[in-house]
């Protein structure tokens, strides 16, 4: 398989400010990478595609100011929470696209963010 | 427009075989995949099926595809308490690699 890192694996902060969350492929390129949102005892929500060298695309009720995403080289991916507040505590999950003879979307560990 | 669904529980006794299930609706998806997520960890692929195919069988692991009925099965055998999970089918929505999940089936396996 593949290997997708995210980094931190769990985050405590402050109503009102940033935190950003990274997504790497270790041992592939990825031009396309995944940002999911998941509430405790739900599923995975599709926040945006994330695309290496130009701008993401975001799902229909994510607002692209709140929640930037940058995708500046094949190997990482960054999503940060602006502003946060508590409501935007939950688990957020990247997967990254390898692509070849065929194409699989591996997942990272996960990052917990509690906004307190 | 798209849409998974999985039945919430399940509960089997150790070394029973596990059927969880999932329904989708876009028939044009070229994959289906199954993913296992323990506690506070991320996803882990488990097994998937190309649409062109009925079953796939990988050593404990089985899924049935029925492309007609769009139901799609996960068999594991000889279910063992570290299966205990949640698990997530899931379809890719067209070629550009974006799946959509469904809700998510915890597996409870009691000794």
């Known amino acids: 398989g593949a290997v997708v890192s995210q980094h931190p694996s769990r985050v405590i902060c402050k109503s009102g400010t940033s935190v950003k969350i990274e997504c790497r492929s270790l041992?592939?390129?990825?031009?396309?990478m995944f940002w999911y949102r998941q509430f405790p005892k739900q599923s995975l929500m599709l926040m945006a595609t994330?695309?290496?060298?130009?701008?993401?695309?975001?799902e229909q009720g994510v607002e692209k100011d709140k929640f930037l995403i940058n995708h500046a080289s094949l190997t990482l991916s960054t999503l940060t929470v602006t502003s946060a507040h508590p409501e935007d505590s939950s688990f957020y999950i990247c997967?990254?696209?390898?692509?070849?003879?065929?194409?699989?979307?591996?997942f990272g560990q996960g990052t917990r963010l509690t906004v307190v | 427009g798209e849409d998974v669904e999985q039945s919430l529980f399940l509960s089997v006794r150790e070394g029973d075989s596990s059927v969880i299930n999932c329904t989708y609706t876009d028939s044009s998806s070229t994959y289906l995949y199954w993913y296992k997520q323990e506690p506070g960890a991320g996803l882990q692929l488990l097994t998937y099926?190309?649409?062109?195919?009925d079953m796939k069988q990988d050593q404990r692991l089985t899924v049935l595809l029925n492309k007609k009925d769009k139901h799609l099965s996960l068999r594991i055998a000889d279910t063992q308490t570290g299966d205990s999970a949640i698990y997530f089918c899931a379809e890719r929505y067209n070629q550009g690699g974006k799946l959509i999940f469904g809700q998510g089936t915890e597996l409870s396996v009691k000794p």
């Open positions: 994330s695309n290496e060298g130009s701008k993401a695309t975001y």
């Open positions: 099926i190309f649409s062109n195919m």
């Open positions: 041992d592939f390129q990825a031009t396309t």
């Open positions: 997967s990254a696209l390898k692509t070849g003879v065929g194409t699989e979307a591996f």
